[in-house]
Nanobody, 124 residues
């Protein structure tokens, strides 16, 4: 089983950047696809980005495509989310998650382990 701890959240002005990290413990990190999701107050959790086990395949929500980049370092058991050109509507708690399989997925139900989340606030 994989335990996940996110870091890197904070307060930033619109147009700024933040980099999130998700450190995983457990020996199976490199065998799983990883994803980032977010949940804003009063809204449902939504998919942000996901990356395959190898890192070759990446998918993004339309709302973040071209602004966010997901990456991973299997040697460090860490997945990253680089967020540029941030907008106030990006404000949310961001969660990383470990999938059951090797392929990236937009469906939350395909993820078995979740981190506690890190707050990202973008001011206008």
């Amino acid at each position: 089983q994989v335990q996940l701890v996110e870091s890197g959240g904070g307060l930033v002005q619109a147009g700024g950047s933040l980099s999130l990290s998700c450190a995983a413990s457990g020996r199976t990190f490199s065998s799983k696809a990883m994803g980032w999701f977010r949940q804003a107050p009063g809204k449902e959790r939504e998919f942000v980005a996901a990356i395959s086990r190898s890192g070759v395949s990446r998918i993004y929500a339309d709302s973040v495509k071209g602004r966010f980049t997901i990456s991973r370092d299997n040697a460090k058991n860490t997945v990253y989310l680089q967020m540029n050109s941030l907008k106030p509507e990006d404000t949310a708690v961001y969660y990383c998650a470990a999938a059951a399989g090797i392929a990236p997925s937009r469906r939350g139900d395909d993820y078995l382990q979740w981190g506690q989340g890190t707050q990202v606030t973008v001011s206008s």
